[in-house]
């Protein structure tokens, strides 16, 4: 019983924490249709402001707040100014993927600038706790419920009472009309930025001094807690994340009460699927009007793509496969090998991102599948390589396309938001499931590849094969492409309510890409697990989602050849500069964010 | 002559508003029933409602003697049903010829097969080893998209290969009917063919409806051009706030008081209404 109401409390409390975050998202959704990616990042800014203000300056607590409340709100209005403003009139993904890349530049920042070591946030708070019923609530607790509820209760009478409240509700409603009555909308999206960062920063600064402890890495949690809390209250819903965080907070709690931590975020995701597959419009959502009529061409960027003759892509793809008999550097053919690797990615991400415009973020937990499939079947059942690698695809097909199954409904924003959450709960489902996957552990002494006998150790002989599978894959997917079943696909993309009216399926279409996508992402995953000999749940994260993501951006949506490059230029040169990894994705961030912004066609252009 | 669609009683209310209140409508194959009334009389809406966009809150559908009031669009679309959208809803990244073919998706036959689960699966081998029959057919409906083209005039042939976007808004309109007729449909819904378009282009389109329909075709019309769903129409049905007020031959439709005052606003506003005056 003691332990029930302490659980309670906890749950509650990491209920307010994430309200503090979801509320944000809501405005920010309401006034600009846009799931803001970098919130989690201004959360970790937050707590790292008050870290840094504690620490040097030795900040009493509501200074401390003060100063992170005006920092993150700062924060919040730059990402406004960088993301959001510009884009204004772009390709409706633009803002979104913007937010993304602002989100890895200021993670990065914040990594480089404070170390990636997890620190410890003290507080200055009386450590007197209230006993209820068995359990007890701590100075801490309260501060956290009386911030969570102050800040509902302000935010309230900002909405209903003053002028940029009567503004902001305006905009949310209709911004056309809004700015037709003179309301200064860019002032108004600028201002919702602001008051959310603030809040989201301060809910950093609050769980950090929770836990006592903060890391860089806690901001794409937050992120899809925010997410997730948003959804089960409505996305956009301002109320509705309030109880949509509490609920979450609560089972959560439960939760981890029952199973153990390394479920916590088992659970949030879980929810967030059941919730996008069978209530996709929140607890306090209603029935789903149709959308109304997108104006031409607005998902991807239009443009022409450079067509590159065939001969020239065939004296290329000849001079790849001529290289290593010309220069036996094995850092330049390794760097290479990656490449490859990599494009196989970007192929399969490119068919479903850029040709049927299934916008996916969790790529990565594909590469997972098929890196676990084919070391699994190697070491457990000694299958040999060159039958472990092909059956790996195949499983990563099928595999993969029956998790994304039930968000085929979704449109949007939404699908990104399923796939970031399938993304992760691979990740976790590997990190759990012991018996199998070794969990933690990670499965040690994958053999190297071989055919028929023949182990492929040489670095040139990986790379002829890898390379092999590239060009394999890329023929396929043009003849792919050039069939009825490219025409449908991008149809779907360019505008699925027409698509549907004349009498495409979009699931069964949508299915059908992920599946021969998949196939390539299970082989990269594949060869890179017996190229490394070693794999555990972390060895392709997040970032390897985002790296693909913006290799397709800059080879051009869709495009087959632009995939490739996309891969080479993105993996290649940093290697060959040798850039180190922190700055790496650094750089990667700040390209996403140049080429939304510059060259949303990508190099090749989209197709 | 047969009944090709019959709608009872439809409804439907969103939030409160009533857009489409207990219409019925029955149109017999080979006419053409011309849709008026004033914005927002519930025209697109009974749209997307028989086309399977959005569903009713009331009332059926019964499309060939099949009802098809809980299908989505693609199932109704593959019976036989094509519409365009108000304000052009093209492929825009996509060709013209190929925004013709996608409007014959439902015909493809050799590179879908009907077998249950592994017919995808198929689909996607023959998309990619291409057999014989496969590319006959592909290359049969890409004449017939040519041909279908061709009653554009040279409106369209010449940018065959130009992605959608770049077309002007009148050209749009025309993809979307070449689109509609690429499905070979039993029934064609036309929603405002002529919105943007200039005295001539109108006058061609209007001569195109009445090829079409000449050749057969059942339509059902929205337009707001009086003059050119009079000619055209065999009937005229006319929506007010979501309710039938009238509903017969175009000259008789047009004499119709009610009509006369949905057009022309209410003649009650400012004055007594007719009944007090008449009390």
């Known amino acids: ?167 902001v509700r305006a905009t949310a409603q209709d911004r056309e009309a809004a700015l037709q009555m003179g309301v200064n909308v860019n002032a108004v999206n600028s201002a919702v930025f602001a008051i959310a960062s603030a809040l989201g920063g301060l809910s950093g600064l609050l769980v950090g001094m929770y836990y006592n402890h903060i890391d860089p890495a806690m901001s794409f949690q937050a992120t899809l807690k925010g997410i997730v809390a948003q959804v089960i209250g409505g996305v956009g819903n301002v109320p509705g994340a309030i109880v949509g965080s509490l609920m979450l907070g609560l089972i959560e709690s439960y939760g981890i009460a ?104 969790g790529h990565a937990g594909l590469l997972a599948i098929g890196a676990y499939a084919s070391a699994l079947l190697a070491v457990d059942l000694g299958a040999p390589a060159y039958l472990t690698v092909p059956a790996a695809g195949l499983i990563t097909s099928a595999l993969g396309t029956l998790l994304i199954f039930p968000a085929f409904r979704l449109r949007g924003h939404y699908i990104a938001i399923a796939t970031l959450a399938i993304g992760e709960v691979v990740s976790l489902v590997i990190l759990n499931w012991e018996s199998l996957t070794r969990g933690a552990m990670g499965i040690t002494s994958i053999p190297p590849l071989s055919i028929f006998g023949h182990e492929i150790y040489a670095i040139r002989e990986v790379y002829w094969l890898c390379l092999a599978i590239v060009v394999g894959l890329a023929l396929l997917q043009t003849r792919l492409l050039a069939s009825h079943f490219g025409r449908t696909l991008r149809a779907i993309r360019d505008d699925d309510v027409a698509a549907r009216s004349y009498g495409i399926g979009l699931e069964r279409y949508k299915a059908l890409a992920f599946a021969f996508g998949g196939f390539g992402a299970g082989v990269s995953g ?65 390209v996403l964010l140049l080429l939304i912004r510059f060259r949303p066609q990508g190099l090749m252009g989209t197709v | 002559m047969s009944v090709l669609l019959e709608i009872k009683g439809l409804t439907r209310r969103f939030d409160g508003v009533t857009a489409v209140k207990d219409f019925d409508l029955t149109i017999a194959e080979g006419e053409l029933i011309g849709l008026i009334g004033p914005n927002g009389a519930g025209k697109t809406t009974s749209f997307n409602l028989i086309s399977g966009l959005d569903r009713p809150d009331a009332g059926s559908i019964a499309f060939a003697d099949r009802s098809i009031g809980g299908l989505g669009p693609e199932a109704i679309a593959a019976l036989g049903l094509a519409r365009t959208f108000q304000h052009g809803r093209v492929f825009a990244n996509l060709s013209v010829e190929d925004n013709v073919l996608v409007g014959a998706h439902t015909r ?69 009917i070449a689109r509609a007729l690429a499905l070979k449909p039993r029934l064609l819904l036309l929603d405002e063919p002529t919105a943007g378009m200039n ?15 000449a050749g057969g075709l059942t339509i059902l019309l929205i337009e707001h051009k009086l003059d050119m769903v009079m000619a055209l129409s065999d009937r005229v049905c006319v929506l007010d706030n979501g309710t039938k007020i009238a509903e017969g031959a175009p000259q008789d439709v047009r004499r119709d008081p009610a009509v006369v005052e949905a057009y022309l606003g209410h003649s009650d506003v400012g004055a007594p209404s007719q009944a007090e005056s008449v009390a």
């Open chain 1, 1 to 167: 019983m003691s332990s029930f109401i302490d659980y309670t409390v906890n749950g509650l409390v990491i209920g307010n924490i994430y309200a503090l975050l979801a509320v944000g998202l809501a405005l920010i959704f309401g006034v600009s249709n846009l799931i803001n990616f970098a919130h989690g990042s201004v959360y970790t800014i937050g707590a790292y402001v008050g870290w840094a203000a504690i620490t040097f300056l030795h900040t009493p607590l509501p200074i401390t707040m003060a100063i992170v409340f005006i920092a993150s709100a700062l924060v919040g209005m730059l990402i406004e100014r960088v993301g959001l403003r510009p884009l204004q009139g772009s390709a409706r993904i633009a803002p979104l993927l913007a937010t993304i890349g602002i989100s890895f530049v200021l993670d990065q920042v914040v990594q480089l600038v404070f170390s990636p070591n997890p620190r410890a946030l003290p507080n200055d708070l009386p450590d007197w706790r209230i006993d209820i019923g068995g359990g007890s609530i701590g100075a801490l607790d309260l501060l956290i419920a009386g911030v969570g509820v102050g800040s509902a209760a302000m935010l309230f009478v900002f909405l209903r009472f003053t002028k940029l409240g009567y503004a």
């Open chain 1, 258 to 361: 029952l199973l153990g931590t390394t479920y916590r975020n088992l659970f949030a995701f879980a929810l967030l699927i059941l919730f996008l597959h069978f209530l996709p419009n929140g607890l306090f959502g209603g029935r789903s009007v149709l959308q109304s009529e997108p104006l031409a061409g607005a998902f991807i960027a239009p443009s022409k793509p450079i067509r590159l003759p065939r001969w020239a892509l065939w004296a290329l793809t000849g001079a790849a496969f001529a290289l290593p008999l010309v220069i036996g550097a094995p850092y330049l053919l390794q760097t290479l090998t990656n490449a490859w690797l990599a494009a196989m990615l970007a192929l399969s991400l490119t068919l479903m991102a850029g040709t049927a415009g299934q916008i996916s973020f």
């Open chain 2, 108 to 176: 493809l036959r050799a590179v879908r097969p009907p077998w249950p689960v592994i017919g995808p699966l198929v689909e996607l081998a023959l998309a990619l080893t291409r057999p014989a029959s496969v590319q006959r057919e592909e290359e049969a409906l890409r004449a017939e998209a040519r041909e279908i083209l061709a009653l554009f005039g040279d409106r369209l042939t010449p940018r065959l290969d130009h992605p959608a976007y770049s077309l002007s808004y009148a050209n749009r309109r025309r993809l979307e």
């Open chain 2, 199 to 213: 005295p001539t282009e109108t006058a061609e389109m209007q001569a195109l409806i009445a090829t079409l329909k």
């Open chain 1, 526 to 590: 594949a060869i890179t697990a017996h190229l490394y000999s070693y794999i555990n749940h972390q060895t392709f994260d997040s970032q390897v989602s985002l790296l693909a993501l913006t290799m397709v951006i800059l080879g051009g949506m869709g495009n087959v050849v632009g995939a490739v490059i996309g891969a080479i230029v993105l993996v290649g040169l940093p290697e060959i500069f040798r850039v180190t990894a922190e700055y790496r994705i650094l750089i990667y961030g700040i």
